[in-house]
């Protein structure tokens, strides 16, 4: 085992795979060697494979998406980054219209082996147009998989089966937790899509989330046993597949939910677990089930404000404290 952040995890997991395939090759905004990524996940990677297989582009995020499906469909494995998750808006044809649809409307006569990396989430005061979560737009598209990786060692296992698929794959990260450590194992592994992990086993009360609300929840989590509140923290790994079974099992065994993820309440892919919870586990819920969610507002770039708009520890300990 080796200790890395989830940044030099994810890069070490994309650096095996160019190494294991010469079809797999990057493309995206500032991804090269003058830059090296917005997030500098990509760094050293020119330098190692070359122009012809690390692809700086111009700015046009419909043109990445459109170049990648185009390239993957007549054989090879793109990697395509868009450097924040509010900018796949500007591609949302070639997403949700063209590579999430090509298998089904062509009979499976062809495949679509696109992953589309980008990132998520606010906590950088950047404002309402590079920090918003929008995951739940993807998850009500069928055709594309969804990969939410929180923890390093996830990043680099999802990140290596995430290339290996023929489907195209939304590979979905971020910002404040691209610096955390984790022990990640030397050897070479991948990590199945649709498996969510428990990451802290509990009695009480079962917490579901997302990227940084997860760290948010294990903290919170730690704090309540002095109080003798048990809690179960799930991690979903992937939205699309989803996880049910741990979800349902969870919830038989405490009793209670509680949602966490950093999207605008409204819609937000909460609602949908809480839709299935209530669908398939209602017999075994002793209360309500809890979401805690933002504000139905853009995301704002003053700091208190931004504070403010992001689900914190108070927060989700509240909600935990009003259904135990």
């Known amino acids: 085992m080796t200790e890395m952040t989830y940044r030099e995890a994810l890069k070490a997991g994309i650096r095996e795979e160019m190494l294991h395939d010469e079809r797999v090759f990057l493309l995206g905004e500032d991804i090269g060697r003058n830059w090296g990524g917005a997030f ?21 995020e419909n043109t990445i998406v459109g170049a990648a ?18 900018l796949i808006s500007l591609a949302m044809d070639q997403v949700c219209n063209q590579a999430a649809k090509m298998r089904f409307m062509f009979g499976g006569q062809t495949s679509v082996p696109v992953v589309v990396r980008s990132v998520f989430g606010g906590g950088k005061n950047i404002a309402s147009h590079h920090s918003q979560s929008l ?39 971020h910002k404040l937790v691209y610096d955390k450590k984790e022990e990640v194992p030397d050897e070479e592994y991948t990590i199945p899509f649709g498996e969510a992990k428990i990451r802290k086993e509990g009695a009480d009360v079962t917490v579901w989330g997302t990227w940084f609300m997860l760290h948010k929840a294990l903290d919170v989590a730690e704090e309540l046993t002095k109080e003798g509140i048990s809690v179960e923290v799930i991690d ?40 299935i919870v209530q669908e398939e586990a209602f017999d075994w819920l002793d209360a309500p089930i ?28 509240e909600a935990i404290r009003e259904i135990v």
């Open 40 to 60: 500098k996940v990509t760094k050293g990677l020119a330098e190692e494979f070359g122009d012809e297989r690390v692809r700086d582009t111009p700015i046009s």
């Open 69 to 86: 499906i185009g390239a993957a469909i007549t054989g090879l494995r793109p990697i395509a980054e868009i450097m924040f998750g509010d």
């Open 135 to 173: 995951e739940a737009w993807f998850m009500h598209t069928p055709g594309l998989k969804i990969a939410v990786p929180a923890f390093a060692s996830d990043a680099k296992g999802l990140i290596k089966t995430a290339i290996r698929d023929p489907n195209p794959v939304m590979f979905f990260e």
């Open 236 to 275: 979903p790994r992937t939205l699309v597949p989803l996880d049910k079974k741990t979800l349902l099992e969870s919830v038989k065994k405490t009793g209670r939910l509680v949602l966490v993820t950093e999207e605008t309440k409204t819609g937000a892919t909460t609602a949908e677990i809480a839709a």
């Open 290 to 317: 809890k979401r805690v969610n933002a504000p139905d507002t853009p995301v704002p770039f003053s700091p208190p404000l931004e504070d403010y708009f992001i689900p914190n520890h108070k927060r989700i300990a």
